[in-house]
């Protein structure tokens, strides 16, 4: 059964920092991999989507890298700002109209 | 999040009431999905419908009812509400796995 982990579960940096969040899933035979950002009270907001067959997706500050053989995603933003501030989950399609969702990290950049 | 429209935004219930959750899209998508949004828990599948007059149940499927009348269109029904479907409901569309979703619709069931 397809697992899929976030760790840190809460992340507080200074303004203007470089981070990375981590993702990691248990079974490498994905479709797909899709980093989400979520305000509090609103909907899931897409990201960057990896397909299975790519290393890497940027869009502005944002890249995000998949190494399915060992089963993990990062999704780097540089020069963080207060902006930035959400919860950001990732998700692996794993086929057959599923998707396995992280718990989510939190993300808190100070001013 | 525009292409995926969810209403009611807040409803509260009573326990054995029963609603309906509307999902409409305007994005052209054969999938639309049901989830819901629980804290510690994360997102777990409801149903899902994989093209129109087609459903099918996801991971929590019990107490729920679904019905996909045409494309633009997936509701949620809850013919007796509880307090352990209190949560945050969303809809999501979405082909070849990549996701779009609703604003979310947040349930309370006293």
């Known amino acids: 059964k397809q697992e899929v982990t976030q760790i840190p579960a809460a992340l507080s940096v200074p303004e203007g920092e470089n981070l990375v969040l981590n993702c990691s899933f248990t079974d490498s035979a994905i479709y797909n991999l899709q980093w989400f950002r979520q305000d509090p009270g609103k909907g899931l907001t897409s990201l960057l989507l990896?397909?299975?067959?790519?290393r890497e997706q940027t869009s502005g500050r944002l890249n995000a890298s998949l190494d399915k053989s060992s089963g993990r995603s990062t999704l780097y933003i540089a020069a963080s700002q207060p902006g930035d501030s959400a919860t950001y989950l990732c998700?692996?399609?794993?086929?057959?109209?599923?998707?396995?969702f992280g718990a989510g990290t939190r993300l808190f950049v100070k001013a | 999040n525009a292409g995926v429209t969810q209403t009611p935004k807040f409803q509260v219930l009573k326990t054995g009431q029963s609603m309906t959750l509307q999902c409409a899209q305007d994005m052209n998508h054969n999938s639309m999905y049901w989830y819901r949004q629980d804290p510690g828990m994360g997102l777990r599948l409801i149903y899902y419908?994989?093209?129109?007059?087609?459903?099918d149940k996801g991971e929590v499927p019990n107490g729920y009812n679904v019905s996909r009348l045409n494309k633009r269109e997936f509701s949620l029904r809850l013919e007796s509400a509880a307090p352990s479907q209190t949560s945050v409901y969303f809809c999501a569309l979405g082909n070849t796995g990549e996701l779009f979703f609703g604003e979310g619709s947040r349930l309370t069931v006293l």
């Open positions: 419908s994989a093209s129109e007059g087609t459903t």
């Open positions: 990896i397909q299975s067959s790519q």
């Open positions: 998700a692996a399609y794993t086929g057959g109209f599923k998707t396995i």
